[in-house]
C-alpha cells in the first residue's frame, strides 16, 4: 500500500524559508506513470494547488505561488520535497503532499495526512 | 483564475440523494474531462471519489456519482448515509495560466 508522509518544522518565522519533504513508501518515485504534488490548506478555507513535479524533475507551478516555490525530487531517497521563500502569515496552512496519476494535470490519487505549518514570529 | 464555484452547503436525510454542483468556465470544467471530486473529514486528508468527470476510483462506493452538463460538473451522492458528511471539493484542469484549480468547497451534513 503506498504512503506519503510529511516532515517538517511546524514553524517558522516571517521572511524565512519554509522546507518540507514527502518521504514516499510502498512504491517508487520514479514510475514513469505518476506525477507528485503540494497542496495547502489555510486553517478553515479551502484547497490550494502549490505545484507538481515528475521524477525526471520536470515541474508546473501555480503562477500565483510560482516566484516563492521551488519543488525538487531525490529519487535516491524517493522523496520529494518543497521550499516557499519569504514566507508570511499567509503561508500558514496545512501541507499535503499526494500522488497525481495520469499526466501532472491528473487526480490526486494518494495524500499524505498533511502537516500544519505556522508562520509566526 | 479563480475557484469553481461550489454552494456552501447542502444538507439531506439520510437514505436521501444529494447533488453537488461544481460551476466553471470553458477553460475548465467545460473545455476538459478533467474533473475528479474529493471528500474531506474533519482533521484529515483529502480522499479522490471521482476522477475524469465520471470515473469512481476502486474502493470507493457506487453511491457516488459524478457527470457533467456544459460548465457545471456534479457529485451526485444516493442513499445518504451519516458517514458522507464531510467537505467536498471539486478540481479541474484550467487552460488558464492558473493550470489547476480548485472548487470553493460544500460542506455536506445529515440531518
Known amino acids: ?121 | 483564475q479563480s475557484a469553481l464555484t461550489q454552494p456552501a452547503s447542502v444538507s439531506g436525510s439520510p437514505g436521501q440523494s444529494i447533488t453537488i454542483s461544481c460551476t466553471g468556465t470553458s477553460s475548465d470544467v467545460g473545455g476538459y474531462n478533467y474533473v475528479s471530486w474529493y471528500q474531506q473529514h474533519p482533521g484529515k486528508a483529502p480522499k479522490l471519489m471521482i476522477y475524469d468527470v465520471t470515473n469512481r476510483p476502486s474502493g470507493v462506493s457506487n453511491r457516488f456519482s459524478g457527470s457533467k452538463s456544459g460548465n457545471t460538473a456534479s457529485l451526485t451522492i444516493s442513499g445518504l448515509q451519516a458517514e458522507d458528511e464531510a467537505d467536498y471539493y471539486c478540481s479541474s484542469y484550467t487552460s488558464s495560466s492558473t493550470l489547476r484549480v480548485f472548487g470553493t468547497g460544500t460542506k455536506v451534513t445529515v440531518l
Not at chain 1, 506513470?33 to 501555480?62: D, H
Not at chain 1, 520529494?80 to 508570511?88: A, C, E, H, N, Q
Not at chain 1, 496552512?93 to 495520469?102: D, K
Not at chain 1, 501532472?104 to 514570529?121: E, I, K
Open chain 1, 1 to 121: 500500500q503506498l504512503q506519503l508522509q510529511e516532515s517538517g518544522p511546524g514553524l517558522v518565522k516571517p521572511s524565512e524559508t519554509l522546507s518540507l519533504t514527502c518521504t514516499v513508501s510502498g512504491g517508487s518515485i520514479s514510475s514513469s506513470r505518476y506525477y507528485w504534488g503540494w497542496i495547502r490548506q489555510p486553517p478553515g478555507k479551502g484547497l490550494e494547488w502549490i505545484g507538481s513535479i515528475y521524477y525526471s524533475g520536470s515541474t508546473y507551478y501555480n503562477p500565483s505561488l510560482k516566484s516563492r516555490v521551488t519543488i525538487s525530487v531525490d529519487t535516491s531517497k524517493n522523496q520529494f520535497s518543497l521550499k516557499v521563500r519569504s514566507v508570511t502569515a499567509a503561508d500558514t496552512a496545512v501541507y499535503y503532499c499526494a500522488r497525481i496519476s495520469s499526466g501532472w494535470y491528473g487526480p490526486y490519487d494518494y495524500w499524505g495526512q498533511g502537516t500544519l505549518v505556522t508562520v509566526s514570529s
